[in-house]
């Protein structure tokens, strides 16, 4: 009996619904560029200014991310031009947006260094547009600097790495719940590769230092629905649990967290992707006291961060927040004129060979280039949310850990077999 | 036996939320045929509502429950600006309709962000919505339960009107056959925008009641609006009980194919599960026996 008007809306109705969360699962990127010899470089060196790109996504899922990175890069940069540029050149920026799109990012990072000649490129934040952009710029010979924390096993000479790599960030967060006695853990992350990964050194890291893994679960991005994977956190009844979820899955996490009664006290979550910005979306009361891994706080008392967190509140609002990836972007450009000074040129196998040893005083602390990764030695600092929304260090590595991106070093035995 | 009442739970909390979702979409997409893809973003301005609400009230007690009827107004009145701007001039271009909601849809999400910033805000529960509530030794959050109560309480009221009341017999007049209902002296041009403020008003409750649970940004109306348009379609065109059996099916068979095996696996499952079933029966569950569609 039905009609076939009926039918056909609701196909047209289902067909839409499937693309719609089919897009959302990201599209496949073409990793084949350039073979050959690099083409050679067309950064003009002649005039007073040098341009630089800036690509973050300032539109899609991303940008509300990516935003805060742009911002305290175009601190960065007005504070250089204001204190007399790099090799005496202001800084002129090229923005683009990479539209959260990993193919946009390599077609932007193509445009930023084929047509608008920039002499390095700030940004990127997921794992899959530095992924889709590493061949663009290994084919170019040019320079990435990306500043958030990732999964590791990655090391290309053209990318500088100035967020945490994984033995600066979750191997810390580990020794931290070890030495608040922890032996068991629950791992809670968004299906994608940074999870996955960081959920095999856990594993390993459990496996060598005699905790028990409770239980893995692994939640689509973007998921909303926590009811059944914290029943399950609630069951196991792990010492605590590590979280690797990203982005709004994590406002559904913690309230449901928070539904089922379970606290901070009873069993803390250790969280590696979630910052100052995040926390007023979740919901302080939803997220008071639980753990974070990182290298930089608002909070941290030093002078060059307190510099850092009153230009970024003059320029950007009172209201504003500074967190760990804003602070690692702000700081890479720093490291970039620090290398371009150290060589005496902008061209890129200059800047790469003066690379090593550079150094900056970063409101997260002295951090240092290391010239064979391309990562740099920071300290890890593990935090807790405060009845603010900021987060308070309450554990700290001491001193810069040395960038370990494949977990070959001596210290970490129990990682062998990990590294690709 | 805990894990299967924890898991029953979890499938009718999880069905309550997408009949709730759901509900206003079976009547604006059921009833009238409109494809609104701008239905997940008067979710949001649901969601939003009850923030700004709780700003004004500062009371978390108080808020949600007035942020309820000024959601639903607020809902509605976005579904008939939209009725009455753009959609009346589309009723026969269905695929027109589409990408126009589609539109209104990001110009909604942007708007949301210039006024609210890009990072999501939190609206803090009410304390006698926080944490689990103790029955026969297991134990149900609060907040979960309420959600389960809203999303009964609407789809009765909902039902009570179509059925008992004077404008629901004109909706379903309307639905059931156009002209005739015209000529028996039904104004179906404002039954029309009637329907359609109901049905975006519940779009509003709907975006209360998400603050329970999940974050509150632009991107709220894009995390739902795929599952609301699946129990419609699924519960089959036109009717409101289709969407009920097709919201707790929906939820009960997610929650239990999450608990055996991963949300990811499930989620998989649940969309195989449903391309199945409509092809078997692609007019869904149940369907409206009337003349005037074909």
Redesign the interface.
Known sequence: ???????R??????F???G??LTACGSRVDSGTATGPAPASCVDTSGSEMKIGFLNSRSG?M??SE?TVFDSLQLAADKINGAGGVLGKQLVIIGEDGASEPTVFAEKAEKLIRSDCVAAVFGGWTSSSRKAMLPVFEGNNALLFYPVQYEGLEASKNIFYTGATTNQQIVPGLDYLKQQGATSLFLVGS?YVFPQTANKIIKAYAAANGMEIKGE????L????F???V??VR?ADADAVFNTLNG?S???FF??Y????LTADAMPVLSVSIAE??V???????ILGQPVAWNYYQTIDSPANKTFVADFKTVYGPNRVTSDPMEAAYTSLYLWKGMVEKAGSFDVPAVQAAAGGVSFEAPEGTVTVNGDNHHIAKTALIGEIGPDGLIYTVYSSGAPIEPDPFLTGSSYPWATGLGG | MEIVVTQIFNGLSGGSVLLLVALGLALTFGQMGVINMAHGEFMMAGAYTAYVTQQVLGSAGLSLMVSLPIAFVIGGLLGVVLEMTLLRRMYHRPLDTLLVTWGVSLVLQQLARDVFGTAGVDVAAPSWLSGPVEVLGFSFPRSRLFILVLAIVAVVTLTAVLKLTPLGRRVRATVQNRQLAESSGISTRATDRLTFFIGSGLAGVAGVALTLMGSISSNLGTSYIVDAFLVVVVGGIGQIRGAVIAAFVLGIVQSWIEYSTTASLAKVLVFALIVAFLQARPQGIYVVRSRSLA
């Not at chain 1, 809306?9 to 289902?14: E, I, L, Q, S």
């Not at chain 1, 973007?222 to 629905?225: L, Q, V």
């Not at chain 1, 928070?258 to 009664?261: C, D, E, P, S, V």
């Open positions: 009996m039905s009609s076939p008007r009926t039918r809306t609701a196909a047209t109705a289902v839409l619904s499937l719609l969360a899922t940008a509300i935003n299906d679960e692994y939640a689509p973007g998921y909303t629905d009811a059944t994977i029943a399950k069951d709004d994590n406002v559904a309230k449901e928070k539904n089922l009664g910005e995040e007023g979306g979740i919901g302080i009361d939803n």
